[in-house]
Nanobody
């Protein structure tokens, strides 16, 4: 079982920014791509949407169309951390954000608590 720890969410006004962090201790981190997912309010777990993904070597960034140009995924393999920089946030970005190893495919069915992002006036 893999332990995943997300943090950095909060309440922000439209146009604001947040930086989410994801720590995966105990994993040979650089061997795994990492992905961020969003679960919209009221949506079931099975409907978590892929927001962004990055390969183990830090390349191959992928973004959902809705966030292209606004979100940036990155990672620091030396400390087993992945990040999601979110700029120009909009109300439709509201939701719980989760990270997990894999490139848009869940490898370990072991989810963290997620971190809540709320974009509202």
């Amino acid at each position: 079982e893999v332990q995943v720890e997300e943090s950095g969410g909060g309440l922000v006004q439209p146009g604001g920014s947040l930086r989410l962090s994801c720590k995966v201790p105990g994993l040979t981190f650089s061997n795994y791509a990492m992905s961020w997912y969003r679960q919209s309010p009221g949506a079931p777990e099975k409907e978590r949407e892929l927001v962004a993904a990055i390969l183990g070597n830090g390349g191959g960034e992928h973004y959902a169309d809705a966030v292209k140009g606004r979100f940036t995924i990155s990672r620091d393999n030396a400390i087993n951390m992945a990040y999601l920089q979110m700029d120009n946030l909009q109300p439709e970005d509201t939701g719980a954000y989760f990270c997990n190893p894999g490139y848009g495919v869940v490898i370990f069915n072991s989810w963290g608590q997620g971190t809540q992002v709320t974009v509202s006036l």
